[in-house]
């Protein structure tokens, strides 16, 4: 049996299993789309986008290199803001992809309103490749994205599948240590496991989106798995890419635990007098271009109890 259909048996395998945690997602950002799309804290800065401003974060904006006239696809990029930014910035072109209905409405129409020649794509993030149907010099992923995906080698796969012999990724995510910790302790207390089994993610019920819009969800319910980072790091090695960098930081650009405090221009990070934790990651990746690396399949048990 060949590697193709050896993916391809555990992919329907796991689907059939995963496909209410995702189906509960979707619900979940349709909901964030929307209150999000007419953002009442000012968080999204909607204005400064439509205005050919950039709403990336210091720390993107400094890692992310060289985008002048590069292709570049926003995976999982939401209601579209950080990419009509990347535009803004001097990309050539720039693809968003995202599974939300709502999310793409509102991203085109930010487009629109913007004047921005920017691209976006409905799908879900697995089926990307075949959505898109090019390749692209930069892969770029930020902020709540590889959490909300079951498996990372399979995500890695589609990184590499995008890119162009010699492209690169940037990611930057959540570190897997703050998702470890209870977000709803008044202080550090680890709650998780470092790794969340496939078929059993963390499931979360929570009316307000984390903007602080006072506005409620109707479909509260949402899942999530931490994957470690050196998962993230195996995957992309073995879908052909070479690290770059891995960077982690002490700061995260959500206020994930109530006693955060703002450090710096639009982060948060722990009180002076606590412990301090890496709150998150990025890392930088290029395609290899000399020969084809073979995918390694890594066996993930799908515990369904």
């Not at 999310?103 to 089926?127: H, M, N």
């Not at 995957?235 to 206020?255: C, K, M, P, R, Y």
């Amino acid at each position: 049996m060949c590697i193709n259909q050896l993916l391809t048996m555990r992919q329907r395998r796991s689907g059939a299993i995963l496909e209410p945690f995702f189906d509960a997602n979707l619900l979940n950002w349709d909901d964030r789309a929307e209150l999000h799309a007419t953002d009442r804290t000012g968080s999204y800065r909607i204005e400064n986008v439509l205005t050919g401003g950039s709403n990336l974060y210091e720390l993107e904006t400094r890692e992310v290199g060289d985008i002048f006239d590069k292709d570049i696809v926003h995976l999982q990029c939401h209601i579209g803001l950080d990419t009509i930014s990347l535009k803004n910035l001097g990309a050539g072109s720039v693809t968003g992809l995202d599974f939300s209905p709502r999310a793409i409405a509102a991203a085109r129409d930010f487009a629109s309103k913007a004047g921005s020649d920017v691209r976006f794509v409905e799908a879900p993030l697995f089926e990307a490749v075949e959505a898109l149907d090019r390749t692209f010099d930069i892969v770029y992923v930020t902020w709540g994205s590889v959490n909300w995906l079951d498996d990372v080698f399979r995500w890695a796969r589609v990184v590499a599948d995008l890119l162009r012999p010699g492209g690169r990724l940037y990611l930057a995510e959540g570190h897997p240590l703050m998702f470890q910790c209870n977000r709803k302790a008044t202080a550090l207390e680890l709650k998780h496991d470092w790794r969340t089994p496939i078929a059993r993610p963390l499931v979360w019920n929570e009316d307000l989106t984390y903007t602080g819009d006072e506005r409620t969800l109707k479909h509260p319910r949402y899942y999530e798995w931490i994957h470690p980072i050196s998962d993230v790091v195996n995957a992309l090695i073995a879908a052909g890419l070479t690290l770059d960098f891995l960077n982690e930081h002490d700061t995260v650009s959500w206020q994930h635990f109530s006693f955060a405090v703002r450090a710096g221009k639009d982060m948060y990070g722990l009180p002076e007098n606590a412990p301090k934790i890496p709150m998150a990651y990025s890392i930088g990746a290029t395609k290899r271009g000399v020969g084809k690396v073979p995918y390694r399949i890594v066996p993930k048990k799908i515990d369904s109890h």
